[in-house]
């Protein structure tokens, strides 16, 4: 089916670098490539399933692997990342309401259309191949009517389509960039926030969170250093973390590599590793044995607290509220001093004043590794923050009644919005007469740490996700 395209005034553009390359006239007919991409797609929407989780087991159990795996890869999480801006651009090439378009359609849709906007890969390619995936599963009609809006999408690049259909930079430049960067308008509000800027750092900010990411790994203290990690993956050194080292983006799957088998290392954020590292190197006067991680799972923090442990003489307790989140942490934490309790973080059960040192890595809306998930910005909505907050504010004046006078409590979160950062521990330090450290200090090496006191990491300033952290010491 087809129809006639809105005409829309035009408007000078400049030259924009050439982005196809050299491809094969038309794919094979056999793409498991897209097939894979394209389910993946379809049980984010259907299921609410994370894009991450999801696509390695479709590779696994179909063995893609090499180049076919590495484009399913960039397919499903480029699509999941950019669907706001393509379901910008689609429903401008569209003669009906995206809402009205059949689900299974629309994925396809989305697949074609991040090809055509965001990829080398040649337009007749990306639409013949889309159209062939939606002919195969839907027939005839729903294919002719996925040609017609693809063939409308190649009209213009991604810069044209912003151009067109963006909201005026001069008079809405978070809007703007919003949909340039393929972020809700809300999210890039809370970054221009966090920021204190509507300009180029809310620009570099937004661009960065929206490259695909290099991929983390910390080694295991006591076990194998940063180098020896880096020698054996391929990878290199983190720049802040002892601990951490850099894989490129797309090497594969990192639970593959032998090192993370065999628990000599995990695939873990360097920005995590600096908060947990944070916790350890503040002062303390008196006694330093007893640790405890209130929001333990899945571990990865627990991991890296209980190593560290291990070599001082310390031991870790570990709280999960689910139990096979709980599960988890035991398994990652193996023989490492930690002990794991089911229990609310709120209320776990355990001594009033019975630690030296308590890690609060709280629930968070995630904001600050959207990067990582790719469909996260467009599941999260603003009445989210709100509770969220509530409970970290919970689980931070819960911290603070377990650790001991003069003890020490890091606050955690995966987010650089103001409410669940900034916002909390201000209000739990005044409510509770809590010391706020200079957390900068803790991060040594680490540059452009802003004023203080808390430290707000930056994917476009550290290369780690927006992690943020605040330290504080229960009054004696």
Known sequence: MSAQRPSRPSRPRGPHPPRRRVGPSRPPVEDPARLAALDTLRAVRQRDAYANLVLPGLLRERRITGRDAALATELAYGTSRAQGLLDAVLGACSDRPLSEVDGSVLDALRLGAYQLLRTRIPPHAAVASTVDLVRAELGSGAAGFANAVLRRVTEQDEAGWVEELAPDEDADPIGYLAMASAHPRWVAQAFAEALGSRGEPLRAALAADDARPAVHLAARPGEVSADELAAMTGGEVAPYSPYGVHLEPGAGDPGDLEPVRERLAAVQDEGSQLCALALTRAPLEGPDERWLDLCAGPGGKAVLLGALAHLSGATVD???????????????????????????????????????????????????????????????????????????????????????????????????????????????????????????????????????????????????????????????
């Not at 309790?341 to 609060?360: I, S, Y």
């Not at 590794?369 to 009445?383: N, V």
């Not at 927006?466 to 009054?475: K, N, Q, S, T």
């Open 318 to 476: 570990a709280v999960e509220k689910a139990p096979h989140r709980a599960e988890l942490v035991r398994k990652a934490v193996g023989d490492l001093p930690v002990t794991v309790h089911v229990g609310d973080g709120r209320d776990p059960d355990l001594p009033e004043g019975g630690f030296d040192r308590v890690l609060v890595d709280a629930p968070c809306t995630g904001l600050g590794a959207l990067r990582r998930r790719p469909e996260a910005r467009w599941r999260r909505q603003p009445a989210d923050v709100a509770p969220l907050a509530r409970l970290q504010r919970e689980l931070l004046t819960s911290a603070l009644r377990l650790v001991r006078p003069g003890g020490v409590v890091a606050y955690v979160v995966c987010s650089p919005h103001l409410a669940e950062t900034v916002g909390v521990v201000a209000d739990v330090a005044r409510r509770t007469g809590a010391e706020r450290l200079d957390t900068r200090q803790f991060f040594p090496g680490v540059p452009n740490l802003g004023q203080g006191p808390q430290v707000q990491l930056w994917p476009h300033e550290h290369g780690t996700d927006a992690m943020f952290c605040a330290l504080l010491r229960r009054p004696a």
